[in-house]
């Protein structure tokens, strides 16, 4: 299955799994082949990469 999802920066996405804090959300900092995230409910940031993005992704919130 693939999502036609358009990911740019400043985008909400909304992962299968939350994060220990509680959060599934997460801001997009960076895109490319790996993307940086930060959780809207710690603040933690992590690299992860655009694959494992693509298939973990529940929602995806454009920014404003």
């Known amino acids: 299955m693939r999502n036609d999802y358009v ?3 400043g ?6 799994k939350q994060h ?4 599934k959300e ?8 790996d993307f940086r995230l930060k959780c809207l409910g710690c603040g933690h940031q992590i690299m992860i990469s655009r694959k494992l993005v693509e298939k973990n ?4 919130r454009k920014k404003a």
């Open 11 to 16: 985008d909400i996405v909304t992962l299968k």
């Open 57 to 60: 992704t529940k929602d995806l």
């Open 20 to 23: 220990p804090c509680g959060s």
């Open 7 to 9: 990911y740019e920066v």
């Open 26 to 33: 997460w801001e997009i900092l960076r895109v490319g082949a």
